[in-house]
């Protein structure tokens, strides 16, 4: 038993932070680093600096212009960025679609959709979930018919992420509606210029525009678009919804919120002591470190099986679940450590280079909304209420 | 033993839940919330009209003299329809504490205008740095001539930009007086931002702001007053919570009745069936709690009443902070938008859990009794 990374692995990590000091840049980190909301650029610009380091695709085998790194490699590159205060990648097209193109796509789809996705000029979207059909994704109804050389693509997609800024959606459509519900779906990839498609934005509590609606109507999508083969988009659709899961518990992220909380922890006081100190307050922030402990060595795990070529299978979804509470409790602590500063909501207040009349600590400004905004995290994704499901399935066998 | 409410509490909680239902639907609340003013003069009216503004008024100043048990159930009924109007902080906190402290004159003079509703008081005491250390005071009021010189700075005061006046708590030579001071008096500032829950809130600036004798309350040290309207605060706001928590409650349930996944009603999976049993107790431990604060808090005993208010926030903070999350959870995507109204109670859910002390800040008030 041995818990370390190699020596080859370690010298990796200090070529990745190297590459983060250097080429990080400053204002997207600084963003990152306070919580505040990041926007259509920062993504790209952190894309287009990985790509040019020939990194724009972590997780991609070298013949498709991917670094071909082994899983703990992805691994270690996720957690080094992430502990830096780089944005997350946009998945949607790097690690949700373009893994698909490659399985299952023609030499000419992955020509002409790969590269963009690499180079960050090419903006991909989520089409699965619709109004009806969440948890039961199955049961999705936007329908595309073939007429010539065409598909005419009816319904509504809901949940979009980003959408706004999409390029291209890649969505379940249903093919045959006689068939079982997962026997007749297609996997179409939309462009979202195309006419009938409208984009409508949702709202979130913590008052941002971050998801969409899509209504498609009458969009007229070239056969060409299809990956695949027709009514095997379930297939395809569990692939990529299996196929992400180096980082799916967040522990470069859940350690840098942790020591952004310690931070925090320590600014504020009471009773006249640090946070930090505190007995109450010191043994929550103790609990959830043992907690991503716990996770980390969990992951690690499920990891190293992945490396051996063991399929790592459902134990994912218990990565899922830990990461997702984790992260969650993290800001839940933020918001008790600010104390009653976690009370003024102000938008203007949480963007970056704020100058205004707000008298609130800077660290203070950012824990509310994110605490609104990661909600989601136990509902995406598969809510962690499905993942329980797969778990005493999969694992338990009841 | 006696958990039943008189025929006249009943009353009151009907005229209550009638004018929530009637005049404070889920539209009327965003357009409320998303107004300059961010509350409703008209709706602030309506509550005068029906004689709620008067519920701790004395009845030498035509009032209705209630106590804890009618503040509370007033409280619940204004929670389920997340009321944003300054009720919690004017008619109960600032009324009961001008009701305890204040001459003849001035009572006469605030009071009838507060009950009339024309006179919207804020209780601005909390600082920031203080964390509801209740006694943590570092507002001063230097006596000069005639008068005082106040400075200092109120954190995070609900409806600050509402009210007309504003009752600050100040250090004193001979302890803690509260002062009634004019929104518009020279050196008052406000910084005024929305609340996470779209109410109003303020940080007060004070400089060298001047009050004559006549704008004091009381003489002495008010300290234990001051202590008795808090906790009378603190009460009504566990009062409040319950109203909220019902609502959240009552909402999942019926969503998990009508939403349908996997060809059946959600309701029907056993897994989110023992998570709503969850909330169900939640809101039940929560309203055993908000009748022993209802009852503790006429306490004499300052400690005794403390311990209890304390007991009753952790419970009713915990129950805030399940019901709301879960609740959330349970409604799936449709819980994080702005457009249902689950979200926004689970807004005020989390700000109540902050508000007066989280529930871990009461846990560690409690915990300090218990070797005491």
């Known amino acids: 038993m041995d818990l370390n990374f190699t020596t080859e692995d370690q010298t990796f990590r200090e070529e990745v932070r190297s590459f983060l000091r250097d080429h990080l840049p400053s204002g997207v980190r600084h963003k990152v680093l306070n919580g505040t909301h990041l926007d259509r650029d920062d993504y790209l610009a952190w894309q287009r600096a990985l790509h040019a380091r020939g990194w724009g695709g972590p997780s991609w085998p070298a013949e498709f212009g991917g670094t071909g790194w082994t899983p703990v490699q992805q691994y270690i590159f996720d957690e080094a960025c992430a502990e830096a205060g780089a944005p997350r990648l946009v998945p949607f097209g790097l690690k949700m679609v373009a893994p698909v193109i490659m399985a299952f796509g023609n030499k000419a789809q992955q020509d002409r959709f790969l590269p963009p996705i690499l180079a960050g000029t090419e903006w991909w979207c989520q089409g699965y979930s619709e109004p009806g059909a969440g948890s039961d994704l199955a049961s999705l109804k936007t329908r595309a018919v073939r007429d010539g050389d065409h598909y005419v693509v009816n319904g509504q997609k809901t949940w979009t992420t980003l959408g706004q800024y999409a390029d291209w959606i890649f969505c379940l459509v249903r093919t045959d509606p006689d068939a079982k519900p997962q026997r007749g779906i297609s996997f179409l990839l939309i462009d979202m210029k195309s006419p009938g498609i409208t984009v409508r934005p949702i709202i979130t509590m913590d008052g941002l525009h971050e998801v969409n609606e899509v209504w498609l109507e009458d969009v007229r999508v070239p056969a060409e678009n299809l990956i695949g083969e027709e009514n095997k988009g379930w297939t395809y659709a569990k692939f990529l919804l299996g196929h992400e899961r180096t980082n799916i518990a967040g522990i470069g992220i859940a350690k840098r919120e942790l020591a952004r909380l310690k931070r925090i922890a320590t600014s504020e006081t009471r009773h006249g002591q640090p946070l930090l100190q505190d007995p109450l307050f010191s043994a929550e922030i103790a609990r959830v470190e043992i907690d991503l402990m716990a996770l980390e060595i969990t992951n690690l795990r499920v990891l190293s099986a992945e490396a051996e070529n063991r399929a790592p299978g459902p134990e994912a979804s218990i990565l899922k679940i830990k990461g997702s509470e984790i992260q969650q409790r993290l800001l839940e602590l933020m918001t008790e450590a600010i104390g009653p500063q976690a009370l003024p909501f102000d938008r203007d207040a949480m963007a970056a280079g704020y100058q205004g009349d707000y008298p609130l600590a800077a660290y203070a400004r950012t824990p509310t909304w994110q605490y609104l905004n990661l909600r989601k995290l136990t509902i995406y994704g598969g809510s962690n209420e499905i993942q329980r499901n797969i778990i005493s399935q999969m694992i338990l066998g009841l | ?372």
């Open chain 2, 1 to 372: 033993m006696d958990f039943t409410f008189t025929e006249e509490q009943n009353m009151l909680v009907d005229t209550a839940e009638r004018f929530v239902s009637k005049e404070y639907g889920f539209e009327t609340r965003n357009r409320i919330i998303g107004s300059e003013a961010g509350m409703s003069k008209a709706v602030w009216q309506g509550l005068a009209d029906l004689g709620l503004l008067a519920l701790l008024v004395p009845e030498e100043e035509g009032g209705l003299n209630a106590g804890p048990v009618e503040t509370m159930l007033v409280m619940s009924a204004l929670g389920k329809g997340l009321l944003v109007e300054p009720y919690l902080s004017s008619a109960v906190m600032s009324t009961r504490a001008i009701a305890a402290l204040a001459g003849a004159e001035q009572r006469a003079e605030w009071l009838e205008q507060m009950l009339a509703g024309t006179l919207i008081v804020a209780f601005a005491h909390d600082e920031h740095g203080a964390r509801h250390d209740p006694l943590a005071v570092e507002t001063r009021a230097v006596r000069i001539g005639d008068g005082y010189l106040l400075d200092g700075r109120k954190s995070v005061i609900r409806h600050a930009s509402q009210a007309g006046m504003l009752l600050i708590s100040a250090r004193v030579d001979d302890g803690i007086a509260l002062f009634a001071v004019d929104r518009d008096t020279p050196g008052v500032r406000l910084a005024t931002y929305p609340s996470v829950d779209g109410a109003r809130a303020a940080d007060v600036f004070l400089e060298q702001v001047y009050l004559p004798e006549s704008r004091r309350l009381g003489q002495g040290d008010s300290s234990d007053t001051l202590l008795a309207v808090l906790d009378t605060g603190l009460a009504a706001l566990c009062g409040e919570a319950l109203g909220v928590l019902q609502r959240s409650l009552d909402t999942t349930i019926e969503y998990a009745r009508t939403r349908k996944q996997f060809g059946v009603q959600i309701g029907k999976f056993q897994a989110l069936q023992h998570r709503m049993a969850d909330m169900l107790i939640h809101v039940e431990q929560a309203r055993s709690m908000t009748y022993l604060a209802a009852v503790r808090v006429l306490d004499n005993d300052a400690a005794r009443r403390a311990a209890a208010l304390s007991a009753a926030k952790v419970v009713v903070g915990e129950a805030c902070r399940f019901v709301g999350q879960q609740a959330v959870q349970i409604h799936g995507g449709m819980g994080v938008t702005d457009e249902l109204d689950i979200s926004h109670c689970f807004k005020r859910l989390f700000a109540i859990e902050k508000t007066f002390g989280s529930a871990l800040d009461h846990l560690d008030r409690y915990r300090r009794t218990l070797a005491a």
